[in-house]
């Protein structure tokens, strides 16, 4: 079984940075998919960054492409560097990973989880105009 830990968050001003870590323990975690979902408010859990086990390949939302980037250090750590922050952007941000790698595809088209991913206890980040 797959655990998560995620770092990171907090409180910035709209256009500035912020850096969510999660890491990953578990003997088949290397091989997962994994990336970050974010839930505000009264609002649905939705897909933001993904990047595959072997990380040759990332997926973003649409609507933070180019302003975030997920990245995957020694097969266990995830990053998501967030960048030019709206405050749109503010939500409890969940680290995720998938075993069959749905995500990427909701991700993409902005779905919400597939149900088959473990879950991180949660990050908050609050953007502020």
């Known amino acids: 079984q797959v655990q998560l830990a995620e770092s990171g968050g907090g409180s910035v001003q709209a256009g500035g940075s912020l850096r969510l870590s999660c890491v990953a323990s578990?003997?088949?975690?290397?091989?997962?998919?994994m990336g970050w979902f974010r839930q505000a408010s009264g609002k649905e859990r939705e897909g933001v960054a993904a990047?595959?086990?072997?990380?040759?390949?990332a997926f973003y939302a649409p609507s933070v492409k180019g302003r975030f980037t997920i990245s995957r250090e020694s097969g266990n750590t995830v990053i998501l560097q967030m960048d030019r922050l709206e405050p749109e952007d503010t939500a409890m941000y969940y680290c995720?990973?998938?075993?069959?790698?749905?995500?990427?595809?909701?991700?993409?088209?902005?779905?919400?989880?597939?149900?088959?991913?473990?879950w991180g206890q949660g990050t908050l980040v609050t953007v502020s105009s």
């Open positions: 995720a990973a998938d075993p069959v790698c749905k995500m990427a595809a909701n991700v993409v088209t902005g779905s919400g989880p597939s149900g088959l991913e473990v």
């Open positions: 578990g003997d088949s975690a290397s091989g997962h998919c």
């Open positions: 990047i595959l086990g072997s990380a040759s390949s």
